[in-house]
């Protein structure tokens, strides 16, 4: 019998049980290399394209509880000093939706989190479609407090950078800008969108920032090809 990989046991395991943890324990750490590469890679990236226009959003700044708030700024606005990288995600809430996308929401509830941590080392803003008091009016409902939260109703952003296609259906792209020597340059792009996904699965373009998939992928029942988040649960359900 091979030796495991390390010396880390757990109440009443069996020898079988050890044998195929040892042999997922392998390909986990494959797995962390291929992810590792692959972010390597990303850095690698050369400049994308200059940005062809600075935008200009409508925005409520950093504090959707406030309905006092709304201003407009440009895409070169968002660039805090010292902070060269430029996240934006594209929320599929479009004027013509009755109610936002459930799984945006999902992905933007965990973000809303974790705002405080990122702005330590990056910029990020949250772009939709639809005018940015009704955004508002959602994401004070929905409980966020620290997403920066702009609306592209009056720029042609969501098109440019593939968050909206030209009959204005709504895509949840996820967007990099680095600016260097002070011009902005577009980096990345989900761009696995855009190509087909593997039978039975879902593109998983931004599972990068979505920790709903990941926990759920180390359970044994797994992701399930027929459960979807919902906007709201329980006695809330009847919202949706």
């Given at each position: 019998?091979?030796?495991?990989?390390?010396?880390?046991?757990?109440?009443?395991?069996?020898?079988?049980?050890?044998?195929?943890?040892?042999?997922?324990?392998?390909?986990?750490?494959?797995?962390?290399?291929?992810?590792?590469?692959?972010?390597?890679?990303?850095?690698?990236?050369?400049?994308?394209?200059?940005?062809?226009?600075?935008?200009?959003?409508?925005?409520?700044?950093?504090?959707?509880?406030?309905?006092?708030?709304?201003?407009?700024?440009?895409?070169?606005?968002?660039?805090?000093?010292?902070?060269?990288?430029?996240?934006?995600?594209?929320?599929?809430?479009?004027?013509?939706?009755?109610?936002?996308?459930?799984?945006?929401?999902?992905?933007?509830?965990?973000?809303?989190?974790?705002?405080?941590?990122?702005?330590?080392?990056?910029?990020?803003?949250?772009?939709?479609?639809?005018?940015?008091?009704r955004i508002r009016r959602f994401a004070r409902?929905?409980?966020?407090?620290?997403?920066?939260?702009?609306?592209?109703?009056?720029?042609?952003?969501?098109?440019?950078?593939?968050?909206?296609?030209?009959?204005?259906?709504?895509?949840?792209?996820?967007?990099?800008?680095?600016?260097?020597?002070?011009?902005?340059?577009?980096?990345?792009?989900?761009?696995?969108?855009?190509?087909?996904?593997?039978?039975?699965?879902?593109?998983?373009?931004?599972?990068?920032?979505?920790?709903?998939?990941?926990?759920?992928?180390c359970t044994p029942e797994g992701r399930r090809?027929?459960?979807?988040?919902?906007?709201?649960?329980?006695?809330?359900?009847?919202?949706?």
């Amino acid at each position: 019998m091979s030796q495991s990989l390390h010396a880390v046991r757990f109440p009443g395991e069996s020898d079988a049980y050890r044998h195929a943890r040892d042999r997922l324990l392998k390909a986990e750490i494959e797995l962390r290399r291929q992810i590792e590469s692959t972010a390597a890679l990303r850095r690698a990236l050369p400049l994308g394209g200059a940005v062809p226009v600075d935008y200009f959003f409508d925005d409520e700044g950093d504090t959707p509880m406030d309905p006092d708030v709304e201003r407009q700024l440009r895409l070169s606005d968002l660039f805090e000093d010292g902070k060269d990288s430029l996240i934006i995600y594209s929320f599929m809430y479009g004027p013509a939706m009755t109610q936002p996308c459930p799984s945006c929401s999902s992905i933007l509830d965990a973000l809303d989190g974790e705002m405080v941590h990122l702005r330590q080392r990056a910029n990020l803003a949250v772009v939709a479609r639809s005018p940015i008091q009704r955004i508002r009016r959602f994401a004070r409902e929905r409980g966020w407090r620290h997403l920066h939260l702009l609306s592209s109703a009056h720029n042609t952003y969501n098109t440019d950078y593939h968050g909206e296609t030209a009959d204005g259906s709504q895509i949840p792209a996820l967007n990099v800008f680095v600016k260097r020597d002070g011009v902005i340059h577009h980096t990345w792009c989900s761009e696995l969108m855009f190509v087909a996904p593997e039978p039975g699965q879902d593109p998983r373009h931004v599972d990068l920032i979505w920790p709903l998939w990941n926990l759920l992928d180390c359970t044994p029942e797994g992701r399930r090809a027929d459960w979807r988040p919902s906007l709201w649960y329980g006695a809330s359900a009847s919202r949706s």
